[in-house]
């Protein structure tokens, strides 16, 4: 391979991987809520969401906004990639304790 190209290919992905790092938020179940319950992200940048069910129970992350809906096993975690968003708030919940697991991103 020519060490050139491998030179180029290396730096142009670099800040790609450094943008990718910033834009990791971790979300925690515990006690059938959201904590936090408000995610402030940038607006017009992907994000991954970690969540991590701390609960015995399975809860399943859902927003009609962010067209998202995915079941976190108990005691578990999991990747949820969301966006790039326009900016303004996007609600979602724990669909099975919808009365306490709330939460928004807002996306400014």
């Known amino acids: 391979m020519n060490i050139r190209l491998l030179a180029v290919t290396c730096f142009s992905v670099l800040p790609i991987l450094a943008a990718a790092a910033d834009n990791e938020i ?4 515990k ?5 936090p319950s408000e995610l402030k992200v940038p607006a017009g ?12 129970t399975a809860e399943e992350f859902e927003s009609h906004e962010l067209n998202r809906e995915k079941v976190i096993a108990p005691k578990s975690k ?9 900016a303004g708030r996007y609600p979602f919940v724990g ?3 919808q009365s306490t697991a709330k939460g928004v ?4």
């Open 95 to 97: 669909e099975f304790n």
């Open 105 to 108: 991103v807002i996306a400014e």
């Open 45 to 56: 940048q992907r994000i991954k969401l970690i969540v991590d069910n701390q609960d015995a």
């Open 31 to 35: 006690d059938h809520r959201f904590t």
């Open 26 to 29: 971790n979300l925690v179940i």
């Open 78 to 86: 999991t990747t949820i990639f969301i966006g790039p968003l326009k």
